[in-house]
């Protein structure tokens, strides 16, 4: 079975800073992505970025050039450094771990990233 364990999250005013980990274990291969997803009041989950085996990664256009997504294959953990942030960016931010083969998806409990004007 996969745990994932979020932190990190808090408050902050708008133009700064927050960096969310997000511990995995159990089974974990990094040929399988990891990634961070967020939810808004009233809104659908969407995805804010994902990073792939190889190092690829791949982020939400409303982020890009402000977040930076990375992981640590030794530790089991992967990071969204999160930068220039605006109140748009407030909601609860959820870990993900897809395990290709059976198209598994794993998902931590979230954590709550607010951001004042």
């Known amino acids: 079975q996969v745990q994932l364990v979020e932190s990190g999250g808090g408050l902050v005013e708008a133009g700064g800073s927050l960096t969310l980990s997000c511990a995995a274990s159990g089974i974990i291969s990094s040929n399988n992505p990891m990634g961070w997803y967020r939810q808004a009041p009233g809104k659908q989950r969407e995805l804010v970025a994902v990073?792939?085996?190889?190092?690829?990664?791949n982020y939400a256009d409303s982020v890009k050039g402000r977040f930076t997504i990375s992981r640590d294959n030794a530790k089991n953990t992967v990071y969204l450094q999160m930068n220039s942030l605006k109140p748009e960016d407030t909601a609860v931010y959820y870990c993900?771990?897809?395990?290709?083969?059976?198209?598994?998806?794993?998902w931590g409990k979230g954590t709550l990233v607010t951001v004042s004007f």
């Open positions: 990073t792939s085996s190889g190092g690829g990664t």
């Open positions: 993900n771990y897809w395990v290709r083969w059976s198209d598994m998806n794993y």
